[in-house]
């Protein structure tokens, strides 16, 4: 009903998925490097 708050399992989903985005970018600027 509020749009303004997430469902906790919106926001574990938010985390995990930004989380795993930021690692592979991070391991391809390394495996560049």
């Known amino acids: ?3 303004t708050v ?3 399992t919106t ?3 938010l985390v995990l998925g930004g989380l ?3 690692g592979v970018a991070r391991k ?3 495996a560049k490097k």
Do not use: Q, V, Y
Request: proline residues 13%; neutral net charge; glycine residues 6%.
């Open 1 to 3: 009903m509020d749009s």
């Open 6 to 8: 997430p469902e906790p």
């Open 28 to 30: 391809n600027r390394k």
């Open 20 to 22: 795993g985005i930021f």
């Open 11 to 13: 926001w574990a989903l």
